[in-house]
């Protein structure tokens, strides 16, 4: 149901997105512009649609749930059922699925259009690719580019799924959980969770959806041997100079790396990194250098004397990172995952040349890995939190 609600007790009982998981009914609440709220709310097996969508039947419900229905406006009321599916083929020939064309599932952790977006992300630069005839600089050795076009495209689907299977999964637990029939299930599962709140670690982890995990890429248009490879890159603050002024701009990263391929180097110069060869197949297909400075740095100077875009890293996210995956260099897809990255100290000429083959189809996609790597960081906080469950219903 979407409502008008001028009511400001509901409001304040329920500013955001919330799950109440009641006994006698589970419902979900979104808060939405201008006054509007939404309830989703789970129907007996006794009730029927055609009655519940009555107005008068609807305003029973609300009022049941504690909120004044002489201070709202009903502005649709429908009954439907969640899904969660997946086609099989994501692609056939020119036709390209993406978002709950491709993919379904219950909304309980509003993933669905979360789940579009990142799929438009991903498919988008490649079909750029393929139209803008990006892989030509590269097919000297290629006896047709529509074969690398193929498999670039095909790529799509192995990235993309897998990411899809757990958040569907996640859903289906979190549904199944939030609509617990059972007395017991529903004094374990409460019980459970007003321990966890009073838990540090485990609050954290539950409040801020730490379980989500990253849609790290496993598979695809990959460099697999590189370290952080398939890894969602960081999205700080940066400081970077405006064009054609001497005045330094604070942007997020994003702003600056804008929609190509980047070539992103830690205190070092592309130079440094890589040869005139090298840095010249990048330009090729639009890559951009970015030399990154630390916190505190003169960036005036650092642009004058250097051919790359100069940024400050405000915040040191970019120097962890660097850090912890013990790399001077990372090569970034447009949709900011990352390619490959340069171990310290050595050249990332290799890189380039896995991106070369790969584009002139010489070398083939990242293989599949086995599916313990894909679900390992999912699967194994449900199995403690599930252990927690049991240990107490014993």
Not at 305 to 323: H, P, T, Y
């Amino acid at each position: 149901m979407d409502v008008v609600s001028q009511d400001e007790d509901t409001a304040q009982k329920w500013p955001n997105a919330t799950v109440v998981c009641s006994p006698d009914r589970t419902f979900l609440t979104v808060a939405l512009p201008q006054n509007l709220r939404r309830f989703e709310m789970l129907l007996h097996d006794s009730e029927k649609a055609a009655q519940t969508v009555r107005e008068s039947e609807a305003a029973r419900l609300l009022s049941d749930v504690g909120v004044d229905v002489h201070k709202l406006i009903f502005k649709r009321r429908m009954v439907y059922k969640f899904h969660a599916r997946q086609v099989e083929h994501w692609r056939k020939s020119r036709v390209l699925l993406a978002g709950d064309a491709a993919h379904c599932m219950p909304p309980i952790k509003g993933q669905g259009m979360c789940c579009g977006v990142e799929d438009a992300a991903n498919v988008c630069w490649k079909l750029a690719m393929t139209l803008r005839g990006n892989m030509k600089c590269s097919l000297q050795s290629c006896s047709s580019g529509y074969e690398v076009a193929e498999q670039i495209l095909d790529s799509y689907q192995k990235e993309r799924s897998p990411w899809i299977e757990r958040m569907t999964a996640q859903n289906l637990i979190v549904r199944q959980l939030s609509s617990l029939r059972n007395p017991l299930l529903r004094f374990v599962r409460d019980i459970t969770l007003f321990l966890g709140d009073r838990c540090p670690g485990v609050k954290n982890w539950l409040r801020y959806e730490m379980y989500k995990g990253s849609p790290d890429l496993f598979e695809g248009f990959l460099e697999h041997n590189s370290i952080g490879s398939g890894e969602l890159f960081p999205q700080p603050y940066i400081q970077t100079m405006v064009a054609a002024s001497e005045v330094a701009s604070t942007k997020l990263l994003d702003k600056v790396l804008g929609y190509g391929w980047s070539l992103l180097v830690y205190r070092r110069s592309a130079g440094d990194v890589l040869s005139v060869s090298s840095l010249q197949e990048l330009e090729n297909i639009g890559c951009q250098a970015l030399h990154i400075l630390p916190r505190g740095s003169d960036l005036t100077t650092a642009q004058q004397n250097s051919k790359e875009i100069a940024i400050v890293d405000m915040e040191d996210k970019l120097k962890g990172w660097f850090r912890q995956h013990l790399v001077d260099a990372v090569l970034l897809r447009p949709d900011r995952f990352v390619f490959g990255t340069v171990q310290s100290g050595c050249s990332g000429d290799h890189l380039v040349e896995t991106l070369h083959a790969m584009l002139s189809g010489t070398r083939p996609l990242a293989p599949e890995q086995p599916n313990w790597q894909r679900y390992w960081p999912f699967v194994v906080p449900f199995v403690i939190v599930f252990c927690i469950i049991l240990f107490f219903m014993l």
